[in-house]
C-alpha cells in the first residue's frame, strides 16, 4: 500500500460511501428479512449525508484522480450535490408514500444508490470509456426501478420500453465514440480536443467528425430526452413508482445534461475561431433547432394530458427544450445559465412530484380531475404546488422565473432571438395546463374526498416550496456557485 | 489480404446478427449467435489481439452460449421448430417498412457521406500507451490505468444483477399488491 494509492482512494471517498451504503441496504433488509423497512431508510439517508460531508470535503482546488480518469472539480460536484440531495427527498418520498411496497425495500435502495453511482461517474469523469459506464450503470438501475411494481402492466411496460430504448442508444452512442477514437486516438476528451488529427480533419472535411458527433449526442439526447428521442418518457415516467418517476426525471436527467455539458465544454468551448470552434456553432445550431423543436412538442402534449403524473412528463421535456437554449449558446454565459435553470429544475420538480406522491396516497388516481377541491381539504401543501407551478411557468418571484430570465437573455445575446420567441410562445402555452391543475386546485367545487394528514412529506415539501421562491428573489448565491462551477470544467478536463 | 477477410468477417458477423433476430426457433437464434462470436473473435485475431480473440470464445462462446442453450433446453423451447428458419413477420407492417425505408435512407446518406470523405491522416497510437496485444500488457493496463473502470464494470454487474433478480423474483404469497395499483 503505497501512499498514492491511499490518495487515490480519498479523492473517490464519495463514491466508496455510496457502494457501501447500497450494499449496507441490500445486507440490512436481507437480515431483517424485508420486515424493518424504515430502518433501511435511514441507513440510506445516513449514507447518503456521509457522501455530501465528504463532497464539501472536496470543496478547493480541482484535483484529479485514477490516471487523470476522474476529475475532482467544483462542475461535478455541483451535479453530485444536487444529485445527492434529490435522491435524499427521493428516499424520504418513498419512506412516506403509502402506496409503495414495503417488500423488496431493500433491493429497491440498493437500486437508486447504485444510479447515483452512475451519476457520479458521469458528471466527473472526461473519459468516454468511465462516461458510458457511469451511463449504463444509471441506466440499468433505472430499468429494473421503473419496472418495479411487479404486476401492474403499466409498470413492466414501462420497464420494457426504456430497456429497448436505451439499448439502442446506447448502442448508438457507443457507435459514435468509437468514430470519434478512430479519429483521434484516444477517448479522453482533453487530448482528444487537443489532437492536432482532429483539427486537420475538422478544417479539410468535417464530415466524419460530424457523423461521430451526431451518433454521441444522440445518446445523450436519449437520456435528456430531447426530440426526436423522447418517446420512452411519457410511458416510463407514468409506468414507474412515482418516487422513482421523480428520480428519474430530476436526477437522472440533471445527470445527463451535466455529461453533456462536459463533453461539448470539453470539445468546443472557449475555441473560438479555430477550426473546432467554428464547428461548435454549427453543433449549437442544430441543437438549437432540437430545443425548439422539443419544447413545442412537449407543451403541445402536455395540454391534453388528464393525468398528473403525463402531464409533469411531457412538461419535463419542454424543459429539456428550455435548458438546451443555453447550451445551444455554446459560450461560457449560456452554459451558466442552463446549470442555473437546473438546479431550478431540481427545487420546483421535485416539489411537483412531492406533491404527487401525497396525492396520490389520499386519492389513489393521478388525474387532475380527482385533485379538485383538495385546496381546501390540504391548503398548505396544494397552496405551495401552485408556487412549484409557477416557478415551472416561469412567473416572477420564483427560481423558475429567473433561470428563464438568464436562459432569454443568454439567447438573445448569442444571436437566438428566434429560439427566445419560441420559448416564450411555448411559456405562454404551459401557462395553460399548469393553470389547469391550479385551477382544479382550488376553483372547484370540493369533493368528498378526505385529505389525510401527511405532516413529514408536507414539511419537505414545503421546505422545497420555500426555497423556489427564496431563490427566486435572492438569485445571488445559486448564480455565483453556477458561475463558479463552470470556470473549472477547462481545467478539469485537461490531465 | 486482410481487408478482405475483413469485409468477409464483417458480412458474416453482420449475418449473424440478423439472424438471431430473425430466426424462428430461440435454437436457430443460439446459431446464429455463435457465428456472430466467432466472426468477431477472428476480427481481433486479425487486429493482432490473440488474448481477446482466445478469451472470446472461451468466455462467450464457450461459457455463455452454452448457458443459453441450457436455458432453452431446459425450458423445453428448442422443440419448437427443428429447422432453422426466418421469420419476417415483425418486417410485415406498414409501419415497419416506412421506419425500415427511412433507415435505409439514412444509412445510404451515411454511406455517400462516408464514400465522399476524405481521411486528414490515420491518427498515430499514442505514444505512451503501452501495447495490449499480450495477456501481460492487458493485465497491466486493466489492473493499472483502467483499474477504477474495471471496478465500476463489477458493480454495474451487480446492480443488474440484483435489478434482474428483483424483477425476476415472484411474489410472495403474503405480500399484497399495494394500494391502487390494479388501475385499468
Known amino acids: ?495 | 489480404m486482410t481487408n478482405i477477410l475483413f469485409y468477409v468477417l464483417a458480412i458474416v458477423a453482420l449475418l449473424g446478427a440478423a439472424g438471431v433476430v430473425l430466426a424462428k426457433s430461440p435454437m436457430g437464434s443460439v446459431v446464429s449467435l455463435l457465428g456472430t462470436f466467432f466472426a468477431l473473435a477472428v476480427i481481433y485475431l486479425l487486429a493482432g489481439f490473440q488474448f481477446l480473440a482466445g478469451a472470446q470464445i472461451l468466455v462467450y462462446a464457450g461459457a455463455i452460449l452454452v448457458l443459453f442453450l441450457f436455458v432453452i433446453m431446459l425450458l423445453n423451447l428448442g422443440a419448437m421448430g427443428s429447422k432453422f428458419e426466418l421469420s419476417f413477420a415483425p418486417l410485415q407492417s406498414t409501419r415497419a417498412r416506412i421506419a425500415g425505408c427511412i433507415a435505409l435512407a439514412l444509412a445510404l446518406v451515411g454511406l455517400v457521406a462516408a464514400q465522399r470523405a476524405s481521411f486528414a491522416a490515420v491518427p498515430e497510437r499514442d505514444a505512451s500507451a503501452p501495447a495490449i496485444d499480450s495477456m501481460e500488457g492487458l493485465a497491466l493496463e486493466l489492473f493499472g490505468r483502467y483499474s477504477l473502470p474495471f471496478q465500476a464494470t463489477s458493480l454495474l454487474l451487480l446492480v443488474t444483477m440484483v435489478g434482474v433478480i428483483a424483477l425476476a423474483k415472484r411474489q410472495r404469497s403474503g405480500d399484497e399488491p399495494a394500494k391502487g395499483e390494479e388501475r385499468p
Open chain 1, 1 to 495: 500500500m503505497n501512499n498514492a494509492y491511499l490518495d487515490g482512494l480519498a479523492s473517490i471517498a464519495p463514491e466508496i460511501v455510496l457502494t457501501v451504503t447500497a450494499l449496507g441496504a441490500l445486507v440490512l433488509d436481507l437480515v431483517a428479512k424485508g420486515r424493518d423497512s424504515v430502518r433501511v431508510g435511514y441507513l440510506t439517508l445516513a449514507g447518503l449525508a456521509a457522501t455530501a460531508w465528504f463532497l464539501f470535503g472536496q470543496w478547493g482546488q480541482p484535483s484529479h484522480t485514477a490516471y487523470g480518469m476522474v476529475a475532482i472539480d467544483q462542475f461535478g460536484n455541483f451535479f453530485k450535490l444536487f444529485s445527492t440531495a434529490a435522491l435524499a427527498i427521493v428516499v424520504l418520498f418513498v419512506m412516506h408514500d403509502r402506496r409503495e411496497r414495503r417488500h423488496g425495500i431493500g433491493e429497491y435502495y440498493f437500486l437508486l444508490l447504485g444510479a447515483l453511482i452512475g451519476i457520479f461517474f458521469m458528471v466527473s469523469t472526461g473519459n468516454l470509456l468511465l462516461m458510458v459506464l457511469g451511463f449504463e450503470l444509471l441506466s440499468l438501475s433505472s430499468y429494473s426501478l421503473s419496472g418495479f411494481h411487479k404486476g401492474n402492466r403499466k409498470s413492466a411496460e414501462a420497464s420494457m420500453k426504456y430497456v429497448i430504448f436505451g439499448g439502442l442508444s446506447t448502442g448508438i452512442m457507443v457507435y459514435g465514440i468509437s468514430l470519434l477514437y478512430g479519429l483521434t486516438g484516444t477517448i479522453d476528451l482533453a487530448k482528444m480536443a487537443g489532437s492536432a488529427n482532429l483539427v486537420a480533419q475538422v478544417s479539410s472535411n468535417p464530415i466524419p467528425f460530424g457523423i461521430a458527433t451526431v451518433l454521441v449526442l444522440a445518446g445523450f439526447a436519449y437520456k435528456i430526452s430531447l426530440a426526436p428521442f423522447h418517446f420512452w418518457t411519457p410511458d416510463v415516467y407514468e409506468g414507474a413508482p412515482t418516487p422513482v418517476t421523480a428520480f428519474l426525471a430530476v436526477a437522472s436527467k440533471a445527470a445527463g445534461f451535466g455529461a453533456l455539458l462536459r463533453f461539448l465544454g470539453a470539445l468546443f468551448l472557449d475555441q473560438g475561431g479555430t477550426p473546432l470552434g467554428e464547428y461548435g456553432t454549427r453543433v449549437g445550431t442544430m441543437l438549437a433547432l432540437l430545443a425548439a423543436v422539443t419544447m413545442t412538442l412537449g407543451n403541445l402534449a402536455a395540454l391534453r394530458q388528464p393525468s398528473l403524473k403525463r402531464m409533469l412528463a411531457y412538461s419535463s421535456i419542454a424543459h429539456a427544450g428550455y435548458v438546451m437554449i443555453g447550451i445551444a449558446c455554446m459560450t461560457r454565459g449560456g452554459f451558466t445559465a442552463a446549470m442555473y435553470y437546473l438546479a431550478a429544475y431540481y427545487f420546483m420538480n421535485l416539489g411537483a412530484f412531492g406533491f404527487l406522491v401525497y396525492f396520490e396516497g389520499v386519492t389513489g388516481s393521478d388525474t387532475v380531475d380527482s385533485l379538485k377541491g383538495m385546496g381546501f381539504k390540504a391548503p398548505l401543501i396544494s397552496m405551495v404546488m401552485v408556487a412549484f407551478l409557477v416557478s415551472l411557468t416561469g412567473l416572477p418571484p420564483t427560481v423558475g422565473f429567473y433561470g428563464k430570465y438568464l436562459l432569454f437573455i443568454e439567447g438573445v445575446d448569442n444571436g437566438l432571438m428566434w429560439l427566445v420567441v419560441v420559448a416564450a410562445l411555448n411559456s405562454v402555452v404551459s401557462l395553460f395546463y399548469y393553470l389547469r391543475v391550479a385551477r382544479a386546485l382550488f376553483l372547484s367545487k370540493a369533493s368528498d374526498q378526505e385529505a389525510a394528514p401527511a405532516p413529514v412529506l408536507t414539511g419537505f415539501v414545503t421546505v422545497l416550496g420555500v426555497a423556489t421562491v427564496a431563490f427566486g428573489l435572492y438569485v445571488t448565491p445559486l448564480q455565483a456557485w453556477a458561475t463558479k462551477s463552470l470556470d473549472l470544467i477547462r481545467s478539469a478536463t485537461g490531465s
